[in-house]
Each structure stands twice: as C-alpha cells, then as structure tokens.
C-alpha cells in the first residue's frame, strides 16, 4: 500500500469515466478502493516511526473524508446501498484515525470532535447492519474516547478538565468494557 498504488487506482478511474463516459459500478468499485487506500495509509503514516509523518497522515485522512463526501452525493451510490455503507465504514474509519492522530497530539479537543463523529456515525451502521466489526470499531472508539477524556483531566488543564469529563470518560470506558464482554461470549459461548 503506497501512493503508487492510490496513482494506479487514479488513472484507472479517469480511464474508465473517459472510456464509458458515466459513474458505473465499475467506477464506484475504484472510488472505493481509493478511499480505503488513502485511509490505510493514513494510519500507516500515523503509526510507522512513531508517528513522523503526521501532517502526511492527516492529508490522506481528509482527503478520504472529501471523496466520500463527493460520492456521498450521487444518487447512483444510494441505490446500491452496499457501497454506501462500505463508504461510511470508511469515514468512520478516517474519524477515528484523526482522533487517534490528534490524541498523539495532545490535541485533546480536535480528537474528541473527532470520536465523536466516529462513534456517531458507527451507531448509524450498526442501525443498518450490527456485526462484530462495528461492534468492535464502537468499542475501540469509546475506549480511546474515554483515555482522551481522563488524560484531560489527569493534566488539570484549566478550563477544559470538569468532574463531567471524568464521569464522561468512566461511562465510555464502562460501556466499552461491556461490548468487548458481550464480543468475547458470542466468539467463545458461554463461560
């Protein structure tokens, strides 16, 4: 997974948007593939090196967040509602991400607004179809929520740290614990 691959996946979508002259499942099928491309490599970028290339990560975070946001749009992708959903499985996954990425940052805020719209957006796709993964993903989500919170108010930081964050921060981590439980019996069976 590197930006040759994000290049060949680029040229083979406008040689098909040239050849066929419309969005086709073919073109969605690429669009796709892209999106999770540039969110792969955001989180390799984010954690290879300990975390060099942030600014990099963060570009293909976004950029994965400006294409879904684009395709969002096409009445094609909202009769096929399993590229929809992967897409949004995919802005989830950018979310979090950013979240991860500004947390490492001590950008306590931004990576809260940022979870927050990863959690959100995970409650809409287990609407839609509740599996493992996203019930794994919420919980991954919650807890990392949840450390973000407590790290806030382990630093005091004034202004920011309230006795709700801490109670805030406990219930996320609470309700996490509670999903990786529920995860862990229906993979072994009962105890």
Known sequence: MTLKEITLIQRQLQKHK????????????LELSSTETHVKLGD???????????QSSEEHYFQALNDIARLEKLT????????????RTD??????????????????DKASE??????????????????PGQQ??????LTIHGEILNRRAQLQIPGQSTPRDCRA?????????RIFSQLERSISGPL
């Open 18 to 29: 040239a050849n066929h002259g419309q969005f086709t499942i073919e073109v969605a099928r």
């Open 44 to 54: 390799l970028l984010r954690s290879s090196g300990l975390g060099t290339d942030q």
């Open 76 to 87: 094609f992708l909202l009769e096929r509602l399993s590229l929809l959903y992967n897409l």
């Open 91 to 108: 802005q989830v996954a950018s979310h979090l991400g950013l979240g991860c990425l500004y947390r490492d940052q001590h950008l306590f």
């Open 114 to 131: 940022q979870l927050t719209q990863a959690h959100d957006l995970t409650q809409e796709l287990i609407r839609i179809e509740d599996s």
């Open 136 to 141: 794994d993903r919420l919980g991954v989500t």
């Open 169 to 177: 921060a406990l219930g996320k981590q609470q309700k996490a614990v």
